[in-house]
């Protein structure tokens, strides 16, 4: 009987990677592709191999980092007990066999293992007499595998011997279903459906499996009615007992009242361990008028939950850490009792080498390039300003180009193999639900148009073919973006047709009654092809399998909300050559400045391990983050008075990316880098690679140049910034590098005193308002012009920081960054540049700007900062997009 079906493909797989991933050196190509054909019909599998051997050369690849904690060294607490007790891991065990059998390479099952034993150990014994209570937090990457690690998590905390365990999974229904079906699987062992309870996942291979007992399903939340008819009491189960419910002030309200009125005694659950996971955590924090999603309530209900057991640990996940770091450590409420702050631990989590992440998306300068695709003519057609029902007449060109490439990434994929795999389009362009109706509709009949067109021409000659609009336009598609994925245009256009098979078009919302159910085409033996259109249901925790192409026209600077957007992370094994990032120039900007930020908050981790700083001391430092006013100002400058912040700029760079378009201004800057080049800063001027370089500068003229230097907009701010942390470090710092960063050849002249103007090709207008340029990225520094001036010794320290560094982290370059380059010269560094259009040789088109970076270690030492009205209104320029402002929220 012939079996080409996705099940057999996913045993050979399985297969594939059982005999080959413990291979030393890892196989070649070659060798995995003998090996497939040996094993294929032992399986049996009859279908194409081309997938299944790349698949497994991927996971045979794929490595984790062990990522790093902060903890608590004053809390009383014994980190190895777990080492210390003998464990029958029985969930452990099969939620690993589970994972293999979904085609993860042993070594990833075990660095997975590995890591929930560390989160575990920093939990309580379950065992352990008396009351207890923990709070921690996991840094997770956007579309990582969070769920994948809590999970890992909750089944060793079973094994240990928590009874209860809740997991609040966000606060959307479509969001709790998917974490739902994703625990029936890899810990319940059978499908919570009721009208289909079979057994499932991990519930299929182990015999006599243990299913834990549940009170939630894919359908429904939470209820104490029916908890409550069931008369069940925590203690009647000798298995663990999990709930999936929704972060939702009724449900967790509900939930209280169960396990007060029938669990409690005297208002206490005194025999019970219990474990809380808090995925998408940050959202409890955030501020929101909505009354069913107010966080001083959600966060009020979760904390008087825990408050019920004498012996609780709650965990909080979350790719975006900021608004978690902010709580208060020191809140306590007689009824909510202790805050949420991770005052034990903060676990930083690696991402695997494989994963396809903002350094991919917006930092690499050769992938970003590729990937990231700039929209330009959405305003016309769906402003970013719009109101509910606002009328849409057409769609920007821009996302029917986007379509046309879908369909051809779609065909790609096809020929590669991979058609029983997903692929989706995301496009996010309206927080209004009749907008994204609209949008459903106008791209309906344009697909239908497209697919009309390909059924007639896709097998006919070229010449016929190509006298088609639409085959025209995806012809376009191709040569423009995919020509060089190995495939030809005449190997594309043979499996165009096939795209539209199981093609679907959603709108992704709290009103609509569609589904993203991927489940249900595999369980068909297919692959969906979807076209998911929404708002903020499809920007939070929701994953979009197989994601091609996103188009998003949003407008934030919200780290949280821009982040969770980011649905375009994640793994793309396979395709990730396909896949492209449609954005506003604004947002590609930004993302790539969160990117940054991001990275820098994980490498602080790191260091404050070393250092054995606290999560309360983590905690002062990022609340000192520069960038945290985007996250929190907002709120605070309700009363439209000015605050005061505190900032601490150690191992930062600044840079006053926002330049003036001012050739009087500019010239005087021009004249104060010629009269302190002149001076040599008081020192020796020397030569370099790429310009020149003064050593050991006295940090009061470093001071006295940025005073002089003119800026404008938020670079006054950055200056000013620069110039109070100069000062509050100087006992430590009283020296600090020069450079004077020149192109050779660009009019470069030591001899006059004129540094060569570096090309920049995006620069774009900071407001019509003001005379002055933004620089794309908010960068004006090169990357690697902090390694200039370093000795042979630093350099070399430099590489053993990137190595050690990539040993933990393999998706980390083993090449050193400016991060590297910064620790290793441990003293401020002042970076001068001028820039200049690209091939411009118009003298007056020159334009000064300046960098200056600090050493690390420096992480409390902080500088008040005064933000006003007018900079928060012009760091969140733009239309306010705040998820309190949807129009897709679950009622």
């Known amino acids: 009987m012939m079996d080409a079906g996705p099940d057999s493909e996913k045993r050979l ?69 777990l080492h210390r007790r003998d464990i029958k891991w029985t969930y452990t065990d099969a939620y690993e066999a589970f994972l293999k059998q979904e085609g993860w390479a042993a070594p990833v099952v075990q660095s997975l293992s590995d890591t929930g034993g560390r989160i575990l150990g920093h939990l309580q014994d379950p065992l352990s007499e008396g009351s207890w209570d923990r709070r921690g937090l996991v840094i997770g990457h956007v579309q990582s595998g969070k769920t994948a690690n809590y999970m890992g998590v909750v089944a060793k905390a079973a094994d240990a011997g928590y009874k209860f365990i809740i997991v609040i999974a966000g606060i959307h229904n479509n969001l709790r279903r998917q974490t739902q079906e994703r625990i029936d699987e890899g810990f319940i062992g059978r499908s919570s459906d009721p009208e289909n309870r079979v057994n499932i996942g991990v519930g299929t291979f182990t015999p006599h499996y243990p299913h834990p007992a549940t009170l939630t399903n894919i359908y429904e939340d939470f209820n104490k009615i029916t908890a409550g008819k069931s008369g069940w009491k925590l203690n009647d189960f000798s298995k663990p007992i999990i709930l999936v419910i929704k972060k939702n002030v009724s449900t967790l309200k509900e939930l209280h009242k169960w396990l007060s009125d029938l669990n409690s005694q005297n208002g206490l659950i005194s025999d019970v361990p219990m474990l809380m996971i808090d995925d998408e955590a940050d959202n409890a924090s955030i501020n929101t008028n909505k009354p069913d999603l107010n966080p001083t309530l959600t966060n009020a209900w979760i904390r008087q939950i825990l408050s019920l057991f004498a012996k609780s640990c709650y965990v909080g996940y979350t790719a975006t850490p900021f608004a978690n770091i902010f709580i208060n450590p020191d809140a306590y409420d007689d009824k909510a009792r202790d805050e949420l702050f991770p005052r034990d631990f903060i676990y930083s989590l690696d991402a695997p080498n494989t994963y396809f992440g903002p350094d991919k998306v917006f930092l690499n300068d050769e992938t970003s390039a590729r990937i990231t695709k700039p929209i330009l003519d959405c305003e016309n057609y769906i402003p970013e300003s719009h109101k509910n029902g606002a009328p849409i007449a057409d769609l920007p060109p821009s996302l029917y180009g986007a379509i046309n490439q879908f369909i051809v990434a779609r065909a790609i994929r096809n020929h590669r193999g991979q058609e029983n795999k997903h692929c989706s389009m995301m496009i996010n362009v309206s927080r209004f639900v009749s907008v994204q109706k609209t949008v459903r509709d106008i791209i309906s009949v344009y697909e239908k148009k497209v697919r009309e067109a390909v059924k007639a021409n896709y097998a006919m000659p070229e010449d016929i073919s190509s006298k088609n609009a639409h085959m025209t336009a995806l012809r376009s598609a191709f040569d423009t973006e995919f020509s060089n994925c190995g495939v030809t245009w005449a190997e594309v256009k043979s499996k165009l047709f096939s795209v539209f098979d199981n093609l679907r078009l959603f709108v992704i919302n709290s009103k609509s009654d ?41 407008n934030t600077k919200m780290y949280d909300t821009l982040m969770q957007m980011g649905r375009w992370f994640g793994y793309r094994p396979g395709y990730e050559d396909v896949c492209r990032v449609y954005l506003s120039p604004d947002s590609i900007d930004w993302y790539g400045h969160i990117a ?110 940025l005073s002089r230097f003119r800026t404008v907009g938020v670079s006054t701010d950055i200056k000013a910034g620069a110039v109070a942390y100069l000062r509050e470090t100087a006992d430590k710092h009283a020296h600090g590098d020069v450079l004077l960063i020149s192109v050779e050849g660009a009019g470069d002249d030591e001899a006059r005193y004129r540094l060569g103007a570096q090309e920049r090709s995006s620069a774009k207008k900071e407001s019509p308002d003001v005379k002055a340029w933004a620089l794309s990225k908010n960068r004006v520094a090169s990357r690697g012009d902090e390694s200039i001036g370093l000795s042979k010794p630093q350099l070399d320290e430099a590489r053993r920081l990137a190595e050690e560094y990539h040993d933990k982290d393999p998706k980390k ?79």
Request: hydrophobic share 35%.
């Open 13 to 81: 797989i399985s297969a594939l990677i059982s005999v080959l991933a413990s291979r030393d050196p890892a196989p070649t190509g070659v060798e995995v592709e003998q090996t497939a054909k040996m094993l294929a019909p032992m399986v049996p599998f009859t279908g194409d191999l081309a997938n299944a051997i790349l698949q497994t050369i991927i996971a045979i690849d794929t490595r984790m980092g062990r990522g790093v904690s902060i903890i608590n060294h004053d809390a009383p607490h014994d980190d190895q007990w």
């Open 596 to 705: 940054e930020k991001s990275e820098e908050l994980r490498q602080q981790i790191r260091r404050m391990r070393q250092d054995k700083l606290t999560p309360r001391q983590f905690g002062l430092y990022v609340e000192a983050h520069p960038d945290r006013l985007l996250i929190t100002a907002a709120n605070k400058m309700r009363s439209g008075t000015a605050v005061t912040f505190q900032q601490s700029y150690s191992g930062r760079l600044l840079e006053t990316y926002v330049v003036p378009d001012d050739t009087i201004v500019n010239q005087a800057n021009e004249e104060l880098i010629e009269e302190l080049w002149k001076s040599g800063f008081g020192k020796t001027v020397k030569p370099t690679k790429k310009g020149w370089w003064i050593e050991n500068a006295d940090v009061r003229v470093i001071e006295s140049f």
């Open 813 to 891: 370059s083993a090449r050193p960054s400016d991060t590297h380059y910064r620790e290793v010269r441990n003293k401020p560094l002042l970076m001068i540049h001028v820039l200049g259009p690209v091939g411009s040789k118009n003298p007056s088109d020159r334009v000064p700007a300046f960098g200056i970076s600090f050493p690390f270690g420096d992480y409390l030492r902080t500088i008040d900062v005064v933000a006003n009205k007018v900079w928060i209104d012009q760091m969140q320029s733009g239309t306010p997009d705040n998820p309190d402002d949807e129009d897709d929220f679950d009622e």
């Open 514 to 554: 569609e589904a993203l159910d991927y489940k249900k085409y595999e369980r068909d033996g297919h692959g969906l092809t979807a076209i998911a259109v929404g708002g903020l249901s499809l920007s939070r925790g929701l994953t979009i399998e197989g994601l091609c192409i996103s188009y998003m026209y949003r």
